[in-house]
Nanobody, 117 residues
């Protein structure tokens, strides 16, 4: 099982980025995928997630209306479209795959997003 996050970079305030989480070794029909972010010295926080079977989505209040999570099962990829970016969105973003609430999740390496003011 592998997850690879990509798409991070430097963007100006109000700009957009699309992150990708490419997965291998499992089906997106079976695993929920979550996007998390972490700033040095702070706990990792969940930004958004998409469920396995029905593709239901959830968002943190801080990104609701600005971020959109989606998936392409044929490409085994989950996306996080981030619009209207703010400096406080600056963080390392990670994707996580979970089979269920009791299983050990899989994490990918992060991708750095930096939003300049």
């Amino acid at each position: 099982v592998q997850l690879q996050a990509s798409g991070g970079g430097l963007v100006q305030f109000g700009g957009s980025l699309r992150l990708s989480c490419a997965v291998s070794g499992f089906s997106l029909d079976d695993y929920a995928i979550g996007w998390f972010r972490q700033v040095p010295g702070k706990e990792r926080e969940e930004v958004s997630c998409i469920s396995s079977v029905h593709g239901r989505t959830l968002y943190a209040d801080s990104v609701k209306g600005r971020f959109t999570i989606s998936r392409d099962n044929a490409k085994n990829t989950v996306y996080l479209q981030m619009n209207a970016l703010k400096p406080e969105d600056t963080a390392v973003y990670y994707c996580k795959a979970s089979l269920n609430a009791r299983s050990v999740p899989y994490w990918g390496k992060g991708t750095l997003v930096t939003v300049s003011s």
